[in-house]
């Protein structure tokens, strides 16, 4: 009888994210998952503590794959690296998207890794520059056994607006994204245009509230129109936001960004918006095409539920690791 092989996944589960989603997209693809929730043990037990767990449970599970979800500087160093790497492929992946000089320590621990993931071309282009060739492209997705359609009745759906953006505020804080000015003029472009239809949710806003994924979930089958838009500007990098929307079944009309049509098609799957006179003019078309509405909303969720899920990220990546080992033995 064949063994399963093992992936220890370093995982997050911190505030109103989990990585159950991933977990699930191993499992599917036919491993054995050993999970590690990094954060909880950085904060219980110290950073050098969790590097020696992480080899410990590496050497006595002598896992295929690590995983590494470690989307933070200063957690991983190349000593941890090396050794992780000494048991099974070591894989880091981080579906963030930062400045180049906030994603050094990525790219500084590259050469020492299996394979290094990122959420947009430019990053992977960048290595290559510098002569890091074991690196790769993987887009978000979402847990979609948790983010999906509900049948919910008329007055839960009518306590919610018809138009909402849901994410927090960057502008003027410490981590200041290039895109944190943009998000907080298209949130009052929308207040302003859509006076008492349109609301928005997340952290820092003056006047706004934090919800839980299953507030978001009943938010997303409640709504008309769920707004995306993206802090940073990249090749192939979308917020998991999106996967979100459109998993939950709601109409999803998408900032654009470069190489979408690569997946997603325009009014078949979503409706996509360049800038803020695009935004207004499809969410006024949008409120008055019910029957249009619905149709995008459920192609589009079926689309993604069927081919964007974590599943289908671990497939593309175990194809990823297959083309690696190739070109390495060649």
């Known amino acids: 009888m064949n063994q399963k092989p093992i992936v220890l996944h370093c995982a997050i589960h911190s505030g109103n994210y ?26 219980s037990h110290g950073i050098e503590s969790l590097r020696r767990e992480l080899i410990r449970l590496a050497q006595n599970n002598n896992p295929e794959l690590i ?9 991983l160093d190349i000593e941890t690296i090396k050794s992780l790497s000494s048991v099974g492929l070591t894989i880091n992946y981080t579906f963030d998207v930062r400045s180049k000089e906030k994603t050094q320590w990525l790219y500084s621990l590259a050469p020492y890794t299996g394979l290094t993931l990122f959420a947009c071309k430019e990053d992977v282009e960048h290595c290559a ?8 492209f993987i887009c978000s997705s979402c847990d979609m056994e948790l983010y999906k359609p509900l049948l919910l009745p008329e007055k839960i759906k009518k306590q919610y607006p018809e138009i909402i953006f849901i994410g927090n505020n960057f502008d003027n804080t410490n981590l200041g994204f290039e895109g944190s000015r943009e998000r907080k003029e298209m949130v009052q472009f929308l207040h302003d245009e ?8 997340g952290m820092n806003w003056a006047q706004s509230q934090i919800i839980n994924p299953q507030q978001e979930i009943t938010m997303y089958n409640s709504c008309k129109i769920a707004i995306t838009q993206n802090n940073f500007k990249r090749y192939g990098y979308t917020s998991d936001r999106l996967f979100r929307i459109m998993s939950c079944g709601a109409f999803c009309l998408s900032q654009y960004y470069e190489g979408m049509e690569q997946t997603l098609q325009k009014e ?21 095409e019910d029957e249009e509405r619905r149709a995008i909303a459920n192609i589009g969720s079926k689309f993604v539920r069927e081919n964007e899920t974590w599943g289908n990220r671990v497939y593309q990546l175990k194809k990823m690791i297959q083309q690696h080992e190739q070109k390495s033995n060649s």
Do not use: M
Request: proline residues 0%; glycine residues 10%; without cysteine.
């Open 18 to 43: 989990s990585s159950e989603g991933i977990t699930r997209g191993f499992k599917e693809n036919g491993y054995d998952v050993i999970q590690l929730n990094w954060q909880e043990w950085r904060f």
């Open 129 to 136: 520059a510098i002569g890091i060739r074991n690196t790769g």
């Open 268 to 288: 078949i799957h979503l409706d996509w918006w360049r800038n803020f006179n695009d935004l207004k003019v499809l969410i006024n078309f949008y409120l008055q």
């Open 67 to 75: 995983f590494l979800h470690i989307q933070n500087d200063g957690v």
């Open 194 to 201: 859509f006076t008492g239809r349109f609301q928005h949710y």
